[in-house]
């Protein structure tokens, strides 16, 4: 027989088989400081230990809806400040949800950004990148990392498509014996210009240049900042065009928080902050 956690009472056959360990009494008083809490939490944009202890007991799941449902209160608003920042950050290392869990680098990293270059007039710094499988990225003096993620590199090539309009020629005989051969001829050379896939590795923006870290037998990239002579930021990635060449870069990056968070690194670091 299995006790109420919380009061001792023997707990009903209901409770126990849906995995319950808090009688029906223990628990509706459980819920109503749940969400009491979870009420402080988004008045107060605050959130106390007492609080994370109480939230702890749940259910990984029903931490990460938490979680959710107070980052989109957050978000309703306006942009997050620091006490919002601080306060999911906090939620989520106390509750031991990983990025993965919240989708951080989707979600609030970018806020973090665009944070700490209007409050702050700064971009985050990411200390001791360390790129799983390729050698170490070598900064140049006074170098420091804002971002970094896997992108693919595309460029605007001329691909052949084969031959158009050929044909493999006909013969027929004129006359007994005599064969009339109509050659063949290849047509012309049917040529497109694509984007296609370059090199890849990890693209990475410093407070002097991009730069496309690559893996193994794909070509580096380094562009420094003084010479990017425009950009776009896209759905799915990134185009860049540098002083001195016709063709502009497109990498590619299969994460939106990620196009959101170089956009705006690059904004600023080009002194282009839309105000
Ligand atoms: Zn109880």
Known sequence: ????KDCGEKLSFLSTITGGVLC?????IYESKLSKAEEEILLRKKVTTQQLELLQNQKKKELID?????FNHFEADSEFD??????????QESLNLTNGDVKFDEYLRPHTYIYSTREENKLPIIDGLNIHGASPVILKKGEIIHYADSAVLKEMRSISLGYEGGSHGVSFTIMKGVRYHVGSHKGHIKRETKLVETS??????TNKRILLHPSPRSKPISIPLN????????????????????????????????IEIFGICLSYLLGQRAE
């Open 66 to 70: 938490l979680y959710f449902r107070i």
């Open 82 to 91: 620091k006490a919002e920042i601080e306060t999911l950050e906090k939620i």
């Open 227 to 258: 010479k990017v002579l425009s950009y776009n930021c896209f759905k799915n990635g990134i185009e860049i065009y540098k002083d001195g060449r016709e063709k502009g870069y497109f990498f590619v990056i299969d994460k939106s928080g990620s």
């Open 1 to 4: 027989m299995t006790n109420c």
């Open 24 to 28: 029906a009494n223990c628990k509706n």
């Open 200 to 205: 890849r590795g990890v693209l990475i923006i």
